[in-house]
């Protein structure tokens, strides 16, 4: 998910990030310094998280700015999936201790700040904010203490019933807006720190989320993608008791909604009503992400996954038998503890089966406060990497393939990119394909096109637009 997020970003590089943001006039810093930096690391509810941060601080007067050296106010929303992704934020929070004194406050956000609580002082003592992404619904008055002088402070309560709602959220991309529907998670899955850093599942009302669809409709979104990291365990905690592909229906029904995505689905809770809605309304995406992990019925058993590889292959049995095409992605972990060479002959043959459209593979990557963390028979690094090469490889075989099968369809794309070279866009189709392609038009960027597919790449097409 993690690559996912980076690559959607770089495409709209140069756009104006901060198109929906309110702009406010009264600043709380008592330095009178009231200039925040943000970046962001990990999955799209990170990315929207912080979307909903920057949101806050404009609402109290704060001014974003671009580099680390024109802030005052530092924030990292950080993950911590993988040990890698750890110690990339640790790293960064090296580089503070070039700066004197209190001339920044440091604050570290999100699933590393939870996993690690209080540590983060003692291993960076120069970061004043340590907040979990369960407490932000306290962010703004934790801000405030540190404004009054307060040398450090945390919000790592995972009780909090309250979803993160916030009345701004300056959103980064102005055609797709995040909406999160269901936020922790209830499984797991035993190589999983989400559970952890993220608390319990709990799911927004229906009514809420149509009212902020509205919202977002009239602020000129067309493409709504809803969130949760199981999001098709949604719900409904009002009256209504909405079913997720009621869900689905009613938010694509939304006046001037044209495009509903939703990620990532949980195969165990992945029904037949969720096909039928795609089928019935062509508003919903004909794309799934239904995370596999791993192709040998062993492995999942032992990662807690709650599903065999004969189930798993039924949902995508059931997928494939839809009347629209679905376009479906999956996430595999290689190289988890007792990890043999059948069962990856297993997960090679079932990437022949499913025949998805795209997958992100990792390498296992043990994580403190989860089941397997002390699992026996790890796998060395470099057989991992072998492992992770040949899933890789036969993916890439079997998307050339896919991928070559489109050339001369034609897709409606909606275009969020152009290149700086003149004529050249870029864009995704209701089914998540990126495609690049060129136009004698100018001003195509927000707008839905179609582009007929000229070449194909493995991870790409190429194409032109239809006029
Ligand atoms: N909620 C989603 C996944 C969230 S994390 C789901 O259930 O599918 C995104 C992906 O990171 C996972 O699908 C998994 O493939 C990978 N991942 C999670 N923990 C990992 C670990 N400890 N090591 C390696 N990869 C991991
Ligand atoms: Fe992690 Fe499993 Fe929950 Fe996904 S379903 S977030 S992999 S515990
Ligand atoms: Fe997302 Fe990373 Fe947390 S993937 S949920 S930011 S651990």
Redesign the pocket.
Known sequence: ?TERVDVHLDALTGLNAGMNARESVSCGSASGDNTFYLETFG?QMNAHDSEKVAGVLLGRGYRQVETIDAARLVLYNTCS??EKAAQKIYSRLGAYQKYPGDEKIIGVLGCLAQQEGEDIFERSPWVRLVCGSASYSKLPDLIEELERGNRRVMGLDKDTDATFETEITRRDNPFRAYLTIIEG?D?A?S????PFTRGPERSRSSASVLEETRRLADAGYSEIQLLG??VNSYRDSSPRRMSFAELLVEVAAVPGIRRVRFT?S?PRDFGRDIVEAIDAVPGLCDHIHL?V?SGSTRVLRSMLRTYTREEYLEKIAMIREARRPISVTS???VGFPGETDEDVEETLSLLDVAQYDGV?A??????PNTSAQHMPDAIPEEEKGRRLARVLDRQREIQIVRNEALVGETFEVLVDGASRRAGQWAGHSSSNRILNFTSPQPGLLGQYVQVRVTRSAPNSLVGEHVV
């Open positions: 998910m999955c999936i993988r998670c499984k899955c190589y999983c720190v989400v990291q199981t990532t949980h995370p992990q996430d595999i972990i992100y990792f390498q296992y990557s043990p994580r």
